[in-house]
């Protein structure tokens, strides 16, 4: 029952959460500093209240450690969402973010000097064939679709390449988080919740950088048109709505996540928020007709293919329906 629960947390929570991303994102594109600081806050806030006990338990990972993690975790965030002000479309946004796995098993092999199958390795192909599809599609776009002189269709391209450039650097990144992390909870056990709170409460100050572009947000939130909300019966700017319920539906979307950890093999985490990015985007490109050709298409199919196959779900299947059958043969007997 939990485990059925968890999964509806991931996908209302995440789906609405991107909506929500892309209606503000959509009404004032440098939005992505303020959308950041309003998320961490309010879950630094749960955690203060509910995992730290008002700051009365003490951490069982060294505050050292967190701080190291802290500053990679306030790293990734800043830049995934700031890059969304470099030309980047939502959906090549999200299948950017779907390498996560290639950049993780890279990473793992660098580092950790790991050793994986021919299937984990074609799976990385795949991803990187995908993601260089949507890519080059994209590319192909910002530079047909922008009007003006050619110094100013090399600008736009340039302006977008960098933000891939960025898009690239956070994922690459976030694996190396992913990787210290795992190293930590070898050495001193698993603390999600834990770990939740320190990587979105200590990076606050971080904001303090960030403080006069957040507040010119606030104040063009502020000046967006009023809407009547049923509950209170005030006018509030729509903008600020939107930020409410994006901040809310991305506590929902982790809080489903941690949920299915404790519930599931990481296997099905995997799998499930895989299916979780694959509804986002279609429904982004239906909902906002964002442009998405045939090979963006293309491109989407082959990453999400090699995303299964490195989460070995065929195989997890057929181990599946193999079991059943072999009950069945004994009930025969």
């Not at 199958?117 to 080059?136: D, H, N």
């Not at 390449?161 to 988080?177: C, E, K, P, V």
Request: hydrophobic fraction near 50%; proline fraction near 3%; include cysteine.
């Amino acid at each position: 029952m939990n485990t059925i629960f968890a999964v509806l947390l991931v996908f209302v929570g995440c789906c609405s959460n991107v909506v929500f991303l892309e209606l503000l994102v959509r009404k004032f594109p440098g939005c992505g500093n303020i959308v950041t600081f309003a998320q961490f806050a309010f879950i630094a806030l749960e955690g203060f209240i509910f995992e730290t006990n008002f700051g009365r338990k003490k951490p069982a990972i060294p505050m050292s450690n967190y701080v190291i993690m802290v500053t990679m975790f306030f790293t990734v965030s800043v830049i995934n969402n700031y890059a969304l002000n470099f030309n980047i479309a939502m959906p090549l946004h999200m299948i950017f973010r779907s390498g996560s796995l290639i950049a993780n098993m890279i990473l793992g092999i660098i580092i950790l000097k790991k050793r994986y199958s021919m299937s984990k390795y074609l799976s990385i192909a795949m991803v990187s064939l995908g993601i260089f599809i949507c890519t080059i599609m994209s590319a192909r776009q910002v530079n047909t679709g922008a009007e003006g002189s050619e110094d100013q269709d090399v600008y736009a391209f340039l302006h977008w390449l960098l933000g891939i450039a960025m898009l690239t650097f956070a994922l690459l990144m976030s694996a190396r988080m992913g990787i210290f992390q795992e190293t930590l909870y070898k050495q001193y056990g698993k603390h999600s919740k834990e770990a939740l709170f320190y990587n979105h409460c200590l990076p606050l100050p971080g904001f303090l950088l960030l403080s006069s572009d957040i507040y010119n947000h606030g104040v063009l939130f502020s000046q967006s048109t009023p809407v009547e909300v049923p509950v209170i019966g005030q006018a509030v700017p729509v903008m600020w709505l939107y930020l409410l319920i994006n901040v809310i539906t991305q506590y929902v979307c982790i809080r489903g996540v941690f949920i299915l950890t404790t519930e599931c093999a990481s296997l099905t985490v995997t799998l499930v928020v895989t299916l979780r990015k694959f509804i986002s985007l279609i429904f982004s490109i239906l909902y906002f007709k964002n442009p998405f050709t045939a090979w963006h298409w293309v491109g989407t199919a082959v990453v999400f293919l090699g995303t299964l196959i490195y989460t070995e779900v065929w195989t997890s299947v057929r181990m599946a329906l193999r079991g059943k059958e072999e009950l069945k043969e004994k009930k025969a007997e």
